[in-house]
Protein backbone atom coordinates (compact mmCIF):
# COMPACT_ATOMS: atom_id res chain seq x y z
CA UNK A 1 0.00 0.00 0.00
CA UNK A 2 1.31 3.37 -1.12
CA UNK A 3 1.38 5.93 1.82
CA UNK A 4 -0.84 9.05 0.82
CA UNK A 5 0.68 12.25 0.73
CA UNK A 6 -0.03 15.83 -0.74
CA UNK A 7 2.07 17.98 -3.06
CA UNK A 8 2.95 21.46 -3.76
CA UNK A 9 5.42 23.04 -5.82
CA UNK A 10 7.00 26.24 -5.18
CA UNK A 11 9.26 28.53 -7.45
CA UNK A 12 11.22 32.00 -6.38
CA UNK A 13 13.81 33.46 -8.71
CA UNK A 14 15.96 30.81 -10.33
CA UNK A 15 14.42 28.04 -7.50
CA UNK A 16 12.11 24.98 -7.55
CA UNK A 17 10.76 22.67 -4.82
CA UNK A 18 8.99 20.15 -4.73
CA UNK A 19 7.18 19.57 -1.42
CA UNK A 20 5.27 16.85 -0.14
CA UNK A 21 3.67 16.42 2.82
CA UNK A 22 2.06 13.04 4.81
CA UNK A 23 0.89 12.21 8.11
CA UNK A 24 3.44 11.20 10.50
CA UNK A 25 5.91 12.19 13.19
CA UNK A 26 6.96 15.65 12.43
CA UNK A 27 10.52 14.82 9.88
CA UNK A 28 11.27 17.39 7.73
CA UNK A 29 13.56 16.32 5.22
CA UNK A 30 15.29 18.50 2.58
CA UNK A 31 17.41 17.21 0.22
CA UNK A 32 17.98 14.00 2.20
CA UNK A 33 19.33 16.48 5.06
CA UNK A 34 17.47 17.81 8.19
CA UNK A 35 15.74 21.54 7.41
CA UNK A 36 18.28 23.05 10.12
CA UNK A 37 21.27 21.63 8.33
CA UNK A 38 19.85 22.41 5.10
CA UNK A 39 18.79 26.19 5.77
CA UNK A 40 21.97 27.17 8.38
CA UNK A 41 21.20 31.02 8.08
CA UNK A 42 19.40 32.51 11.39
CA UNK A 43 15.60 32.97 10.75
CA UNK A 44 15.21 30.83 7.76
CA UNK A 45 13.51 28.04 9.33
CA UNK A 46 11.01 30.26 11.16
CA UNK A 47 10.29 31.48 7.63
CA UNK A 48 9.39 28.23 6.00
CA UNK A 49 7.61 27.01 9.26
CA UNK A 50 5.58 30.41 9.40
CA UNK A 51 2.50 28.34 7.04
CA UNK A 52 2.07 25.89 10.32
CA UNK A 53 2.38 28.71 12.84
CA UNK A 54 -0.44 30.89 10.71
CA UNK A 55 -3.00 27.95 10.20
CA UNK A 56 -2.41 26.10 13.58
CA UNK A 57 -1.34 23.11 12.25
CA UNK A 58 0.91 21.16 14.08
CA UNK A 59 4.28 20.44 12.66
CA UNK A 60 5.03 17.19 14.01
CA UNK A 61 1.91 15.56 13.11
CA UNK A 62 3.29 15.90 9.32
CA UNK A 63 5.81 14.40 7.75
CA UNK A 64 7.86 16.76 5.07
CA UNK A 65 9.73 15.84 2.24
CA UNK A 66 11.43 18.28 0.18
CA UNK A 67 13.32 18.32 -3.27
CA UNK A 68 14.41 21.85 -4.09
CA UNK A 69 17.22 22.91 -6.42
CA UNK A 70 18.02 26.05 -8.86
CA UNK A 71 19.47 29.50 -7.39
CA UNK A 72 20.55 30.57 -3.54
CA UNK A 73 19.53 30.36 -0.34
CA UNK A 74 16.81 33.11 -0.39
CA UNK A 75 15.21 31.85 -3.50
CA UNK A 76 15.18 28.18 -2.05
CA UNK A 77 13.90 29.74 0.87
CA UNK A 78 10.77 31.04 -0.47
CA UNK A 79 10.23 28.40 -3.19
CA UNK A 80 10.42 25.94 -0.41
CA UNK A 81 7.33 28.16 1.63
CA UNK A 82 5.03 28.54 -1.29
CA UNK A 83 5.18 24.83 -1.82
CA UNK A 84 4.46 24.24 1.88
CA UNK A 85 1.73 26.54 1.58
CA UNK A 86 0.05 25.54 -1.53
CA UNK A 87 0.66 21.70 0.10
CA UNK A 88 -1.12 22.50 3.19
CA UNK A 89 -4.35 23.71 1.13
CA UNK A 90 -4.69 20.01 -0.76
CA UNK A 91 -4.47 18.75 2.39
CA UNK A 92 -7.45 21.05 3.73
CA UNK A 93 -8.41 23.38 1.44
CA UNK A 94 -10.25 25.33 4.00
CA UNK A 95 -7.04 26.54 5.11
CA UNK A 96 -6.36 28.51 1.95
CA UNK A 97 -8.40 32.48 3.53
CA UNK A 98 -5.65 32.24 6.36
CA UNK A 99 -2.98 31.47 3.80
CA UNK A 100 -3.85 34.01 1.33
CA UNK A 101 -4.52 37.07 4.02
CA UNK A 102 -0.61 36.28 5.42
CA UNK A 103 0.74 36.41 1.95
CA UNK A 104 1.96 32.60 1.55
CA UNK A 105 0.04 31.94 -2.03
CA UNK A 106 1.72 34.68 -3.73
CA UNK A 107 4.73 34.20 -5.52
CA UNK A 108 7.31 36.80 -5.54
CA UNK A 109 7.59 37.90 -9.20
CA UNK A 110 10.76 39.68 -8.70
CA UNK A 111 13.94 37.89 -10.51
CA UNK A 112 16.96 39.31 -11.39
CA UNK A 113 17.19 42.54 -14.14
CA UNK A 114 19.22 41.53 -17.27
CA UNK A 115 22.04 43.73 -18.30
CA UNK A 116 21.75 46.29 -20.74
CA UNK A 117 23.80 46.87 -23.78
CA UNK A 118 26.38 49.94 -22.94
CA UNK A 119 25.91 49.80 -19.04
CA UNK A 120 27.98 47.76 -16.28
CA UNK A 121 25.32 45.86 -15.18
CA UNK A 122 21.89 46.49 -15.03
CA UNK A 123 21.80 49.91 -14.22
CA UNK A 124 24.94 50.99 -13.51
CA UNK A 125 26.34 53.03 -15.85
CA UNK A 126 30.37 53.63 -16.74
CA UNK A 127 32.08 56.88 -15.09
CA UNK A 128 31.31 60.06 -16.53
CA UNK A 129 34.74 62.07 -17.27
CA UNK A 130 34.08 65.46 -18.64
CA UNK A 131 38.12 65.45 -19.74
Partial sequence: MTERYF?????RKE?????????????????????EAYFTRHGDTNTILAPF??????R???DVSVHVNGGGVTG????????LARALIKFNPELQPTLRK????TRNPLVKERKKPGL???RK???YTKR
Avoid at 53 to 58: D, I, L, N, R, S
Fill in 102 to 105: GGYL
Fill in 76 to 83: QTDAVLLG
Fill in 7 to 11: EGIGR
Fill in 53 to 58: AVTGEK
Fill in 60 to 62: NSF
Fill in 15 to 35: STARVRISNGSGAFIVNDKEL
Fill in 125 to 127: APT
Fill in 120 to 122: KGA
